[in-house]
């Protein structure tokens, strides 16, 4: 009896290696992309570090607070564009999310073509059985003695 053998074996653990690729490839983005939300939370925090230090010293002078609003100024355009890395970095991980469906898909499909040969392959070697065993009831020559 012939072993079960899927031609599209190779094609099918390519399939699951470039899913796995794509997996990765989201992970880094979505990391990239929470990389940028501590960086933001991170200056902004500074920012306000700043404002409360000044504050607090109670004796100020305009001097100070127009370089604390020089400050704030150039924190919110730091802040801009991060948010717009943000958006980019989440527009990339939307793409690579379709990206990794499809590569999903695919890998399913031969999955499921694997799956349904097995079940061909298993019922025609079940035929093949049968029709090789002898009737019921009746013993082989050999066993006549």
């Given at each position: 009896m012939k072993?079960?053998?899927?031609?599209?074996?190779?094609?099918?653990?390519?399939r699951r290696t470039?899913?796995?690729?794509?997996?990765?490839?989201?992970?880094q983005l979505r990391t990239a992309a929470a990389e940028l939300d501590r960086e933001k939370a991170l200056v902004e925090s500074t920012r306000d570090e700043a404002g409360r230090a000044v504050l607090a010293r109670?004796?100020?002078d305009g001097s100070e607070l127009q370089l604390l609003s020089s400050y704030n100024t150039a924190?919110?355009?730091?802040?801009?564009?991060?948010?717009?890395?943000?958006?980019?970095?989440?527009k990339a991980a939307q793409a690579q999310?379709?990206?990794?469906?499809?590569?999903?898909?695919?890998?399913?499909?031969?999955?499921?073509?694997?799956?349904?040969?097995l079940a061909e392959w298993k019922y025609e070697?079940?035929?093949?059985?049968?029709?090789?065993?002898?009737?019921?009831?009746k013993r082989p020559l050999s066993c006549l003695s």
């Amino acid at each position: 009896m012939k072993a079960f053998r899927f031609r599209l074996d190779r094609v099918l653990d390519w399939r699951r290696t470039e899913m796995e690729m794509e997996e990765t490839r989201l992970k880094q983005l979505r990391t990239a992309a929470a990389e940028l939300d501590r960086e933001k939370a991170l200056v902004e925090s500074t920012r306000d570090e700043a404002g409360r230090a000044v504050l607090a010293r109670g004796n100020v002078d305009g001097s100070e607070l127009q370089l604390l609003s020089s400050y704030n100024t150039a924190v919110k355009l730091v802040c801009a564009r991060l948010d717009e890395k943000r958006r980019a970095a989440e527009k990339a991980a939307q793409a690579q999310q379709q990206k990794l469906l499809e590569a999903r898909r695919r890998l399913r499909l031969l999955e499921n073509l694997k799956d349904r040969r097995l079940a061909e392959w298993k019922y025609e070697t079940e035929r093949q059985m049968e029709a090789d065993a002898p009737p019921a009831g009746k013993r082989p020559l050999s066993c006549l003695s």
